[in-house]
């Protein structure tokens, strides 16, 4: 990303994915016009996948959360974690990892019961080991990707 504007407006929508194009525009100082043109190109390029509501995990009953490390019991078995997990809603992200686990799910659920629940699921569902780190507070996150270079 070479263009400076470009990267102004997703700084700034990185920020707040509701930002109106008005309040885009006089944060890059274009015009309405031009910013919509910028943000439909970024759209249709792929830089822009999508805008999304961020919701407080308490609010929505699920406090808790956790990462868990996954290893295939058997280091044969083809490699479909990912598949075989996805139905599992209380997983919000799935990493491959490099270092001794396959993959670290990220998951929020609302009691520890929940979790260990969830944990037996996942062995079950993927025939793998696991190795939980329990969240105790979370200082930030959804954190902007794109910053702007100061030149």
């Given at each position: ?96 990892i490099a270092g001794d686990a396959s993959y670290m799910l990220f998951v929020r659920v609302a009691t520890p019961r929940d979790l260990e629940e969830l944990v037996r699921d996942i062995r ?28």
């Amino acid at each position: 990303m070479d263009d400076a504007v470009d990267r102004s407006i997703l700084a700034a929508i990185s920020r707040d994915g509701r930002a109106t194009l008005a309040q885009l525009s006089d944060a890059v100082g274009l015009s309405v016009s031009a910013v919509q043109s910028r943000l439909r190109r970024l759209e249709t390029r792929g830089v822009i996948t999508g805008y999304r509501a961020v919701l407080d995990p308490e609010q929505v009953g699920a406090p808790l959360s956790a990462f868990i490390e996954i290893t295939p019991l058997d280091p044969a078995q083809p490699d479909d974690a990912p598949d075989r997990l996805q139905h599992l809603s209380a997983i919000e992200a799935c990493h491959s990892i490099a270092g001794d686990a396959s993959y670290m799910l990220f998951v929020r659920v609302a009691t520890p019961r929940d979790l260990e629940e969830l944990v037996r699921d996942i062995r079950l569902a993927a025939n793998v080991n696991t190795r939980t780190t329990v969240v105790l507070q979370t200082y930030y996150e959804h954190r902007p990707i794109v910053t702007v270079t100061q030149g």
